[in-house]
């Protein structure tokens, strides 16, 4: 499924940094373009049982954030305001800057897709925010073991084990699938994202994106919301009283995936039909 979705894709590169940053892109220029921005140390994978019905009616657009993928490390300082500075500016030469556009923001890029509506405001039909953080509401420790030295089948073990502890609430629902998404992030994760989680980073950007419909999903049972997941959502509509929010029963941080079928029915619901 990746190497079929890889090849579908139209591959481009923009300035980051020093470096360069990495936009994959489906059925461009079909349909109004929806934004895809991954987890912290993600890649577009994250997204990989969004991308294919979405492409069938919309041009979909998913880079690897700075810092992570195949993308360069971002400028200094490097936060979520910085990124998505940088992600505006690269978006200028993939999608014409007069395309109105929906967003959607996982995690970390949950975080970063507030920079973004704040800066993209105008054009912007939608965002919408997946088990996101940085609300001034604590950061609930999970407990991760070390990969890199490791190989095999305890490397194995160590990916599955970071996954329950994380990112899904039902272990059995961990597949060989998630576990190679899951082995492709983490060889080439470097930007440590987890640090904005705790901050107000989020709530501020969402409150001078005001004009741009808000929406917000998290799993019942994610580990990095739990127990305070009810102050991230008072938090987050004293920022945007017009938010619109879901908790999906029995599903963990990584919506996108342990229950794809509920998160891409509230997006049908949610993002603007094309048109």
Not at 113 to 142: E, K, M, W
């Amino acid at each position: 499924m990746l190497a079929g979705l890889e090849a579908a894709a139209t591959r481009h590169e923009t300035p980051c940094g020093a470096g360069r940053m990495v936009w994959r892109v489906w059925n461009a220029p079909g349909g109004a373009p929806v934004l895809l921005l991954h987890g912290g140390s993600g890649s577009w994978r994250h997204w990989v049982k969004q991308i294919p019905w979405l492409a069938a009616q919309r041009m979909v657009i998913a880079p690897d954030l700075p810092g992570l993928g195949e993308s360069d490390d971002p400028p200094e300082p490097q936060d979520p305001a910085t990124i998505a500075g940088v992600l505006v500016e690269g978006l200028s030469g993939i999608v014409a800057d007069t395309a109105a556009m929906d967003l959607v923001g996982f995690s970390f890029g949950a975080i970063t897709a507030g920079h973004v509506a704040r800066l993209l405001a105008p054009r912007l039909r939608s965002v919408t925010i997946c088990g996101a953080g940085a609300l001034g509401t604590p950061r609930s420790p999970t407990s991760l073991v070390k990969v890199r030295d490791k190989q095999g089948a305890e490397r194995v073990a160590a990916h599955r084990h970071n996954l329950a502890a994380l990112m899904f609430a039902d272990p059995e629902r961990i597949d060989p699938l998630a576990l190679a998404i899951q082995e492709i992030n983490s060889q080439a994760a470097r930007l440590k994202s987890r640090q904005f989680a705790p901050s107000a980073n989020l709530k501020d950007a969402l409150a001078a994106a005001q004009g741009v419909p808000v929406n917000a999903v998290w799993g019942e049972r994610d580990a990095v919301a739990w127990p305070n997941l009810q102050r991230r959502i008072e938090t987050l509509k004293e920022a945007r009283p017009d938010a619109r929010v879901a908790v999906v029963p029995g599903a963990g941080h990584w919506v996108a995936y342990e229950a794809a079928a509920a998160l891409d029915a509230l997006l049908r619901d949610w993002i603007t039909p094309n048109r």
